[in-house]
């Protein structure tokens, strides 16, 4: 069996980078870059038919009720998220906040902290201990993804536009799905430097992130030594600015990076990007909005 140049799939089409139509960002912006904090509600008990990303989860179900995982995540929601405001606070820069929908009931004062700083909210599942897959049915998913944007929306007063899945996952009808429940871009797919469409009715946009700069995959499960990431970071965001049209989503965990020992290399990376020329500090509801207008009819894949 032969298969055509391109993907195996029908998601998006395959486009290589040399063969693309020329995007612009704003003011001649050579890169975006939009900061993801993540403000997740992981439970003592685990959820009931949940599915947890197996790096965290325990196998053999002998941690319940599971102090140990809840108390690292709560110490972000207690005092590490406090710092990374205060660390975005003092470049200038705003960000994307995704909530999962349990973390509505237990941190309200977080949410009331990001939308005063004018960070935008995207939906990120229900909880943290919960990943989409394939095994779910399909009424049970579109139920969850309205359960998710109908909570925000009452928390907020806006109803989110954008899904950033929990830990990523998802089944093989969750962009579909979303597209129906009238969602405008996702940004859990890290196959590429620029947006592009998602064969979906109505499109998706599809903004990818810089997943091995995110902090829990390179510092917790890569295991790199913190001072290491700033320069990382600065390299990355360097050689995109180099490109034309490229986006850096970062993801920010209060966890990891909210650690006192962490939190000076948060900073110390966020003011070596700020040196950075053509560099547009956004959050990716701007990027994936930009796109939308840009007249770009094809992507990458």
């Known amino acids: ?27 001649g912006a050579r890169v975006a870059l939009a900061p993801v904090v993540y403000l997740e509600h992981w439970p003592i008990n685990l959820s009931p038919d949940g599915y947890a990303d197996p790096r965290f989860r325990d196998p053999y179900g ?26 975005l606070d003092r470049h200038g820069m ?29 939906a990120h599942g229900a909880v943290a201990d919960a990943m989409v897959t394939s095994a779910m049915p399909e009424a ?6 309205a359960h998710c944007l109908d909570r925000l929306q009452a928390a907020t007063g806006t109803r989110p536009k954008g899904w950033i899945a929990q830990d990523f996952s998802e089944s093989t009808r969750t962009l579909d799905l979303l ?32 997943s091995e700069l995110d902090d ?14 700033p320069a990382m970071l600065a390299d990355a965001i360097s050689v995109l600015a180099g490109e034309t ?12 990076f909210g650690m006192p020992h962490r939190i000076r290399y948060l900073d110390e990376g966020l003011a070596l990007v700020s040196q950075i020329k053509g560099l547009w500090i956004t959050r990716v509801g701007d990027i994936a909005a930009h796109f939308r207008g840009s007249n770009v009819t094809e992507g990458a894949g």
Not at 1 to 26: E, F, K, T, V
Not at 140 to 145: K, M, Y
Not at 187 to 196: E, G, K, L
Request: net charge negative; aromatic share 14%; charged share 20%.
């Open 140 to 145: 049970d998913e579109r139920a969850l993804i």
């Open 1 to 27: 069996m032969s298969i055509a140049a391109g993907m195996d799939h029908a998601l998006y089409p395959y486009r290589a980078a040399h063969n693309r139509p020329a995007l612009q960002w704003p003011d």
């Open 94 to 122: 705003t960000a994307t906040l995704a909530v999962n929908a349990a973390a509505l009931d237990h941190y309200p004062n977080l949410i009331e902290e990001a939308l005063r700083r004018n960070w935008e909210v995207a």
């Open 216 to 229: 829990v995959e390179a510092l917790w499960h890569r295991r790199v030594p913190t001072p290491r990431w």
């Open 179 to 210: 597209a129906e429940a009238g969602l405008d871009w996702v940004a859990h797919w890290p196959n590429d430097d620029q947006p592009y469409w998602m064969q979906t009715q109505p499109p998706l946009v599809s903004v990818p992130q810089l």
């Open 62 to 87: 002998k941690f319940q009720p599971d102090y140990r995982t809840y108390t690292w995540r709560e110490y972000g929601n207690r005092i590490g998220i406090f710092r990374l405001f205060e660390a």
């Open 245 to 256: 049209g490229r986006c850096a989503v970062v993801g920010l965990h209060p966890w990891l």
